[in-house]
């Protein structure tokens, strides 16, 4: 158990629909990433938050945003979806910035399928 | 524009024999490199890790190897066993601290008894 939890689990919705991801750092990590894999890819980073603000931009669509609440667990929305956006959507977190490496634990994922 | 590159989908490999994964990357800039683990059903977990001042970093069984030049590195697992039988991710940083991570798409490994 990494200390990182995801809600919910699964998630099956409609083309055109919005969807809201929920993740809950470890306690003390600052940071938050959000990463998608999708069938046969390799984790793609989307976004990170840092106490509350945004840090980092990968590959993030613009139907897709995120926040980090002040009690620092996050939420990944995901609107207009499309069935090209059913991926396994990972979130991480680790302690924050600091001269020494952070680990990036993370959480058990969610699966969302767009139908 | 794959950053990351791990170019071997699948291993098989026989209980108490050496695993060998391997990774490829582009970038220069890359700092520092780490492995991760993941089992179904569940998020990845870390591995091991190297800095690109060293060229070898170890952890009991597992062992990884960063050749610079050639921009490649190497997971070596010794004695191999059945439960480590996972998809391994390779991963790169520009620095140490608090950044995104840049993944491959994955190793399956399959140890058999």
């Known amino acids: 158990d990494s200390g990182v939890t995801q809600t919910p689990k699964h998630l099956i919705t409609a083309t055109g629909q919005r969807v809201t991801l929920r993740c809950s750092p470890r306690s003390g990590d600052l940071s938050v990433y959000w990463y998608q894999q999708s069938l046969d890819q390799g984790l793609q980073f989307l976004i990170q938050y840092y106490n509350g603000e945004e840090r980092a931009k990968g590959n993030i669509l613009e139907r897709f945003s995120a926040q980090q609440f002040p009690d620092l667990h996050s939420e990944l929305n995901l609107s207009s979806l499309e069935l090209g956006d059913s991926a396994l959507y990972f979130c991480?977190?680790?302690?924050?910035?600091?001269?020494?490496?952070?680990?990036?634990?993370f959480g058990p994922g969610t699966r969302l399928t767009v139908l | 524009d794959q950053q990351v590159k791990q170019n071997s989908p699948s291993l098989s490999v026989q209980e108490g024999r050496i695993s060998i994964l391997n990774c490829d990357y582009t970038?220069?800039?890359?700092?520092?490199f780490l492995w991760y683990k993941k089992y179904p059903a569940e998020g990845p977990t870390f591995l091991i890790s190297i800095s690109s001042i060293k060229d070898k970093n170890e952890d009991g069984r597992f062992t990884v190897f960063l050749n610079k030049s050639a921009k490649h590195l190497s997971l070596h697992i010794v004695p191999s066993q059945p439960g480590d039988s996972a998809v391994y991710f390779c991963?790169?940083?520009?620095?140490?601290?608090?950044?995104?991570?840049?993944f491959g798409k994955g190793t399956t490994l399959s140890v058999s008894s």
């Open positions: 991963a790169a940083s520009p620095n140490q601290a608090g950044t995104a991570l840049i």
């Open positions: 991480a977190s680790s302690v924050g910035e600091s001269r020494s490496y952070n680990e990036q634990f």
């Open positions: 970038n220069s800039m890359f700092d520092y």
